[in-house]
């Protein structure tokens, strides 16, 4: 089993940054790939970004390439997500999960975090 605990979200302005944070315990945290993804409300869990093991291959959706950076520090158990220049859209609950590799659905991550809520303003 591999635990995870996100934190770094809260309400923002529009232009506005975050960084996330997601913490694993459990197994090892470098034989994972993770992700991000998000939940708005009424809407469907989507893909935001994910990072292979060994952090030489990122992926990022179309709606947050070159405003978020994905990264790890396989050190520290943890995988951030650097949040800049921040929509109204942006607006949803931000998951953290791990998978085998950097799958860019859903369905590949077998271990998923509570969530953290991120609400930007307009």
């Known amino acids: 089993q591999v635990q995870l605990l996100e934190s770094g979200g809260g309400l923002v302005q529009a232009g506005d940054s975050l960084r996330l944070s997601c913490v694993a315990s459990?197994?090892?945290?470098?034989?994972?790939?993770m992700g991000w993804f998000r939940q708005a409300p009424g809407k469907e869990r989507e893909f935001v970004a994910a990072?292979?093991?060994?952090?030489?291959?990122?992926s990022y959706a179309d709606s947050v390439k070159g405003r978020f950076t994905i990264s790890r520090d396989n050190a520290k158990n943890t995988v951030y997500l650097e949040m800049n220049s921040l929509k109204p859209d942006d607006t949803a609950v931000y998951y953290c999960?791990?998978?085998?590799?950097?799958?860019?659905?859903?369905?590949?991550?077998?271990?998923w975090g509570q969530g953290t809520q991120v609400t930007v303003s307009s």
């Open positions: 459990g197994r090892t945290f470098s034989n994972y790939a």
């Open positions: 990072i292979s093991r060994s952090v030489g291959r990122l």
């Open positions: 999960a791990a998978a085998k590799f950097a799958f860019t659905t859903t369905a590949g991550y077998d271990y």
